[in-house]
């Protein structure tokens, strides 16, 4: 037998004993045996991974996390879907699509409002940044957007879709929150947060879809451009701009458009961290905010200069969202 039908059988034995136990366990679950069954899982997992098998332990966690979940034994699938990730973090796995989408599976079956989940997503997060992104993997991103957006859970679903790189979803998301939870005269300032904000993480391309598909999908917003609300030209304005990179341009917008500008305080800050970003504004020498919302500012814009030459995922902060 070659070694490559050597490995192939040793790779069916080991599946094969996989299923079998986890048989046992299911029975174990649907006699209502829970304590039990969860012990068991956790020695299996222990004795799988001190005999590095990574793969075996990680689909069997899975797989006993989703049918903890089925019968509504939100801890002990929690427990499992940590175990999860610490099979991935000690393997050395690496970062693909089922992986990400299993991941985000787990997420989605977690009590919405328990602790455990947002352990499980910061840990995930973590582990997905050795790929792309100091801030995680863009995919995970845009899985926990969609997740959360369905949950209509606006404010996290755009925090995550930021990180994610998917303006167009970001868009979508944005018209139904807006519909939903704005006043009409908001419909505006929706789009503009989003909009500055990933200009602040150096993402044009981003910024661009968002506002465009925005502005043409929004039922409340007359088609542009030029448009009826000013903040929205001017957001025009200033994408046109950025691709220029003329100063006294930049410099006219944000004096010409200060009526506008002056209904989210957060505005001028965005725009002076878009200033240095693509203009050549040095930077302030302290920001006239503090407390919460210089807290917000430093978050979202990172505190140093030093990687403003890599691209735009990999020149992200925390940006928290209120």
């Known amino acids: 037998m070659s070694e490559q039908e050597s490995l192939k059988s040793s790779s069916a034995r080991n599946r094969g004993g996989v299923q079998r136990v986890e048989g046992k366990l299911r029975a174990s679950v649907e006699r209502g045996d829970y304590y039990e069954a ?28 989703l049918l903890f979940f089925s019968y509504n034994q939100q801890n002990s699938a929690a427990d499992l879907s940590m175990l999860v990730l610490e099979s991935l973090e000690k393997s050395g796995a690496k970062i693909d699509d089922e992986t990400l989408e299993h991941l985000t599976k787990l997420f989605s079956r977690m009590d919405p409002n328990s602790p455990e989940r ?31 957006w369905k949950e209509q859970n606006y404010s996290e679903s755009r925090y995550h879709f930021l990180h994610s790189s998917d303006g167009e979803g970001c868009a979508q998301m944005l018209v139904e929150y807006s519909s939903a939870r704005g006043f009409h005269g908001e419909v505006d300032m929706f789009v503009a947060q989003a909009v500055l904000q990933f200009l602040c993480l150096k993402n044009k391309t ?3 879809v968002v506002f465009t598909t925005y502005t043409q999908k929004h039922p409340s917003i007359e088609k542009g451009p030029p448009f009826v609300q000013p903040l929205l030209n001017f957001l025009w304005f200033l994408l046109l701009a950025v691709d220029g990179g003329k100063l006294t341009v930049f410099t006219v917008l944000c004096e010409q458009y200060q009526p506008s500008l002056k209904r989210d305080p957060m505005y001028n800050e965005y725009l002076d961290r878009i200033g240095q970003l693509f203009f050549g504004v040095p930077p302030k020498q302290s920001s006239s905010y503090g407390g919460l919302l210089g807290n917000l500012l430093n978050s979202l814009m990172g505190s140093g200069e030093e990687e403003e030459g890599e691209e735009a995922q990999e020149d992200s902060s925390p940006i928290e969202l209120d």
């Open 38 to 65: 969860h012990q068991m899982y956790r020695t299996l997992f222990f004795r799988y991974m001190s005999q590095a098998k990574y793969a075996e332990a990680r689909e069997l966690m899975y797989n006993g996390a």
């Open 118 to 148: 947002v352990a499980f997503v910061s840990r995930a997060i973590k582990w997905s940044s050795g790929g792309s992104g100091k801030l995680g993997h863009p995919k995970l991103h845009q899985l926990l957007a969609l997740t959360l």
């Open 206 to 208: 981003s910024a661009l």
